[in-house]
């Protein structure tokens, strides 16, 4: 198949407040698999000369979460049992191993809403 679109509760099965992984169980009746980092990263690195002709030097690092939007959507179905609208890509998968070496295999996850 490809794009597939579920109405199912879902169950965290992995949340290090930096990646979540849950699964559903799709129309077909196979568990699915997806997750989604909600801590981004952005590194800022450069120089910029001064009017004055001083040479400044900027390194930055920037974490900052997403709206929350997603992560409290599959935490609020994994407490209540309410369904999730789930459209994902079944024929392609992605692998991610947490830090302490447990492997997923992940489906591409493309919306999320409930």
Not at 4 to 19: A, E, H, L, Y
Not at 22 to 38: I, K, M, P
Not at 88 to 99: G, I, M, V
Request: some cysteine; aromatic content about 8%; proline content about 4%.
């Amino acid at each position: 198949m490809s794009t597939q679109t579920v109405k199912k509760p879902v169950t965290i099965v992995w949340d290090d407040s930096v990646v979540i992984v849950f699964s559903f169980v799709d129309n077909a009746g196979t568990t699915q698999t997806c997750g989604f980092t909600h801590l981004g990263f952005a590194i800022q690195a450069g120089s910029n000369t001064q009017v004055s002709n001083v040479l400044q030097t900027v390194q930055a690092v920037q974490a900052s979460a997403d709206p929350q939007s997603w992560v409290e959507t599959i935490k609020n179905s994994h407490r209540t049992g309410n369904n999730v609208d789930i459209v994902f890509d079944d024929s392609t998968s992605q692998p991610f191993t947490t830090s302490t070496a447990q492997p997923f295999q992940l489906q591409i996850l493309l919306s999320l809403s409930g």
